[in-house]
């Protein structure tokens, strides 16, 4: 460990190497505080972590969801009409914008009893729009002639599978009721009871956890007093009790359908939507939703200062390039002091009775939107964010939220009723879907076990625990109980502790470093910490921090805290000191002049600014490969492998997964160091996560779907190579049954003995013929679900006509990504099919490559555009 003589001359010559960098070396102020938060904290904590229960696996109401998204508030007005365009443009991201899809849909339903929940269409609906406040068109009386669908005609329709996830969007709308009582001086009796109606079924669809989205509109057009007033009614006992999301919108409504201010709005619709359907995020876990990448090696997340969020704007193309998430601090905002003004006043009793006057609970939820529309052009570092269907959003940068407390080094007061406002507006966060919700470790026990109750339940944001110490010194073992202590009793996924220090001697700059090591040691199980010491004292903390710093860039007028160091600073000194080796990484294989694989993972480590290199290694035996200067050098980092050595390799690695070793071929290698600093070699499988990752998007949650539907869904594997070895693991992951079919029987026989599953001898149509598809799918119960060809795309293979005539249309799934189209693919969408292409599965196992040598999350945008770059026929590209 460097010493802190070694850390300050490493500071200066920093500093003179970066001063270019830095044209602005203002800061800000250092805020007043005390550490009477963390002393109380202290002494309150329980020492023992064998005590500590573990951490609980909890799966939120939305895991496996197959239910209609519901949409409900209040358009500003019939021509905006924003929540139908929403619906109708949600439904048809769902749906693939696939209107032959779309058409089956709707006629679908109008053959069922949900015939007239089907809301009235215009030139700009794309997708399936379901009102269940119906007019009927042949009464005069329009108020006479409306009623509102029952909420058990409706789960009738859902138990049935008429109504699902991917089968239409239920809008809500009060604004036509709202609309006419003000245009009539008041509400009728009949208007009273279809309000009660709409209320009673808004309430029974929460209840039985359908997924709701309050869209808050506050537009210049909705300026009728009596309607706002009873909107305002509406918002406080309906529209935000009743819903576990909520996005706003201004004047977007009033913009064309094709304008950025209206195309942003559709968007955050569907990143709110991605997000509740992600998993659970696990403590101490791994993969999808997980701090372990979120939180990664050498990420960062920058802290922004501003008192309106737009005056960021200047300054987020450069910021984005440099780090991986943004920190929106809500108490530093104006609107969120005169939320706090505003609360204040209605605790007092002297809440304003102006209908018009600026909502700042709108305003941070509207001021968050708008961070993640400035940074969306330049959201190259995002994650991959799994939507419905065959899309993936990759340019939903991650937002850190947070309300930093007066004695927590922020602003917000820390009194009684300033806390509980905090814990307000950090449920707020949980509905906006942040990605990191910042919660502070040292207040009400009830209040933060009611907040992460309800994020347990019902959310799958990332809880960060965190602790700062300001203006006192604790000692070492302090410090490693804080870090206990932001555990939050095992439900926070990752830990922050932030020290102060009096001067830089006996190493006191590493202590919050140290402390997370000593930490993560005790606890079970092992989450991230972020170690830090505040101020200029504490600058070499952050460049000994390896996870999710917090930074500040060059481009700024000023710093968010004294001491920060931007991301270009911090990863220069790590390269210095030898924390960040330049890595060296490899394809093996041959005859790969065609690969892709090096300008796709080089731009990922560029992307992330890593300094690793990746080359070709052409060669015609492993064994010239690991005698080689590359697999025995020190620096050598890891290697994918293709063809023909995926086999051969294993007998020089020191361990394989489960993956590698039930698939029987190994694409990744990886190198990791054990305990004594022993170089150990890794052989995994990603391949199949390359076809298990876009086919779990596309087909959901198909167990459950299996047991309430008539028949198995299967998965026909067409081919009997090591691909297709990869296929009949991941179908087994999605929970199908397997048919296999190849021209030589006997190579796929050993694929129903060691996976499961049945050889069809042909694909014919015919039930009398024993060991035909139809046979086997008959006395199996089967339906195909998904056909996997891993073929040569020289065969020009193509299905039989009988197996793409069914109302059921299969997903169907290439491995060849050279050429982006062939025969089969055509075939599939010339029949209206979802398709998976190969370069589909190409950018998805490297990005599991890519996540498995770095520990960080993947640029999923840039290698996924390397690869279309790369496989897209010259016309499309």
Same mark, same amino acid.
């Given at each position: 460990m460097m010493a802190s003589a070694a850390a300050t001359l490493l500071l200066l010559l920093l500093s003179t190497a970066a001063a270019f960098l830095s044209p602005n070396s203002s800061q800000t102020a250092t805020n007043k505080s005390c550490s009477h938060a963390s002393q109380t904290c202290l002494s309150s904590t329980k020492s023992s972590t064998s005590s500590e229960a573990p951490a609980a696996v909890h799966h939120h109401i939305f895991e496996g969801y197959n239910k209609p998204i519901v949409l409900i508030g209040s358009s500003s007005s019939t021509n905006n009409n924003e929540l139908h365009r929403l619906a109708s443009s949600l439904s048809s991201s769902l749906l693939s914008h696939n209107d032959k899809i779309v058409n089956g849909i709707k006629e679908k339903v109008e053959r069922s009893t949900g015939a007239l929940l089907l809301a009235e269409e215009d030139e700009a609906t794309r997708g399936v729009v379901l009102s269940p406040l119906v007019h009927d068109d042949d009464d005069d009386d329009e108020d006479e002639g409306s009623f509102v669908v029952s909420y058990s005609i409706i789960e009738d329709l859902v138990r049935e599978k008429t109504l699902s996830l991917n089968s239409g969007v239920l809008v809500l709308d009060f604004h036509p009721l709202l609309s006419r009582s003000s245009q009539e001086g008041g509400k009728n009796d009949q208007e009273t009871e279809l309000l009660q109606q709409m209320t009673e079924l808004a309430k029974d669809l929460y209840k039985h956890g359908y997924l709701s989205v309050y869209i808050n509109i506050q537009s210049d057009e909705d300026d009728e007093a009596p309607s706002l007033k009873r909107k305002k009614e509406l918002e406080t006992n309906v529209f935000i009790p009743y819903s576990d999301y909520e996005m706003c919108i201004k004047n977007e409504g009033s913009s064309s359908s094709n304008s950025p201010a209206w195309t942003n709005s559709e968007w955050e619709l569907q990143r709110l939507i991605a997000r509740a359907l992600l998993p659970s995020p696990v403590v101490g876990g791994t993969g999808s939703n997980s701090a372990d990448l979120l939180m990664g090696q050498n990420t960062f997340f920058l802290s922004l200062s501003f008192p309106k969020i737009k005056m960021a704007e200047p300054y987020v193309e450069e910021m984005c390039a440099d780090v991986d998430s943004m920190e929106y601090r809500v108490d530093l905002l104006e609107c969120s002091k005169e939320y706090l003004a505003q609360q204040q006043q209605t605790s007092s009793g002297e809440a304003s009775n102006s209908i018009k006057e600026t909502d700042p609970r709108f305003e941070i939820l509207y001021q968050q939107q708008q961070l993640r529309y400035m940074c969306r052009p330049h959201a190259e570092r995002a994650p991959a964010l799994p939507f419905g269907g065959a899309s993936v959003i990759d340019d939903a940068f991650p937002i850190v939220y947070t309300v930093r407390t007066a004695h927590q080094a922020g602003t917000w007061p820390d009194d009684a009723e300033g806390i509980q406002h905090m814990f307000d507006l950090l449920e707020l966060g949980l509905r906006s879907g942040v990605e990191v919700l910042d919660v502070e470790s040292a207040w009400d026990a009830s209040l933060t076990d009611k907040l992460l109750s309800l994020a347990e339940k019902r959310y799958t944001s990332l809880i960060l625990g965190s602790h700062h110490v300001v203006g006192s010194e604790v000692t070492p073992d302090e410090a490693v109980e804080l870090f206990h202590q932001c555990r939050i009793n095992n439900r926070a996924h990752g830990g922050k502790v932030v020290l102060s220090i009096n001067d830089d001697t006996d190493n006191k700059d590493q202590m919050a470093y140290e402390a997370s090591i000593k930490a993560s040691k005790l606890d079970t199980p092992e989450i991230p910490n972020i170690g830090l010491v505040l101020g200029k004292v504490g600058s070499y903390? &952050? %460049? $000994?921090?390896? &996870?999710?710093?917090?930074?500040? *860039?060059?481009? $700024?007028? @000023?710093? @968010? #805290?004294?001491?920060?160091?931007?991301? @270009?600073?911090?990863? #220069? @000194?790590?390269? %210095?000191?030898?924390? %960040?080796?330049?890595?060296? /990484?490899?394809? $093996?294989? *041959?005859? %790969?002049? /065609?690969?892709?694989?090096?300008?796709?993972?080089?731009? #990922?480590? #560029?992307?992330?600014?890593?300094?690793? $290199? /990746?080359?070709?290694a052409d060669l015609e035996t492993v064994r010239e490969f690991v005698d080689g200067p590359l697999w025995n050098d020190e620096n050598f980092g890891g290697c994918s492998v293709t063809i023909p050595h995926k086999q051969d390799i294993i007998e020089h690695v020191d361990v394989l997964t489960d993956a590698a070793k039930e698939i029987g071929s190994v694409n990744t290698v990886i190198v990791k160091k054990d305990k004594l600093g022993t170089r150990v070699l890794i052989g995994e499988n990603t391949d199949w996560r390359g076809i298990y990752n876009p086919l779990k998007r596309r087909l959901g949650d198909v167990t459950s779907k299996a047991s309430t539907g008539k028949t198995k869904p299967v998965a026909l594997i067409l081919g009997g190579g090591g691909t297709a070895r990869a296929a009949a693991y991941a179908a087994t992951k999605l929970g199908l049954d397997k048919i296999y079919f190849n021209r030589t029987p006997s190579k796929v026989e050993e694929l129903a003995t060691e996976f499961g599953g049945t050889v069809a001898k042909s694909l014919d149509d015919d039930k009398s013929d024993k060991g035909s598809l139809a046979s086997v799918l008959d006395e199996n119960n089967g339906r195909i679900s998904v056909v996997i060809s891993t073929l040569p795309a020289a065969a020009e293979f193509q299905l039989p006509e009988w197996l793409l005539e069914s109302d059921s249309l299969p997903v169907v799934f290439d491995v060849n990504y050279k050429p982006y189209s062939t025969k089969l693919l055509e075939q599939a969408e010339e029949k209206g099919c979802d398709v998976v292409r190969g370069s589909e599965m190409l950018w998805e196992q490297g990005v599991g490559q890519f996540e498995l040598w770095t520990g960080r999350s993947a640029p999923y945008g840039v290698m996924k555009k390397v690869v279309l770059d790369n496989c897209l026929p010259p016309s499309s590209s």
């Open positions: 903390s &952050r %460049i $000994l921090n390896p &996870r999710f710093t917090p930074v500040t *860039h060059e481009c $700024l007028p @000023a710093k @968010a #805290a004294p001491g920060q160091l931007s991301a @270009a600073e911090i990863m #220069a @000194a790590r390269l %210095i000191v030898g924390q %960040i080796p330049t890595q060296k /990484y490899a394809i $093996l294989g *041959h005859n %790969i002049a /065609y690969s892709v694989s090096p300008q796709m993972q080089g731009g #990922a480590f #560029a992307a992330v600014k890593l300094p690793h $290199l /990746y080359t070709r």
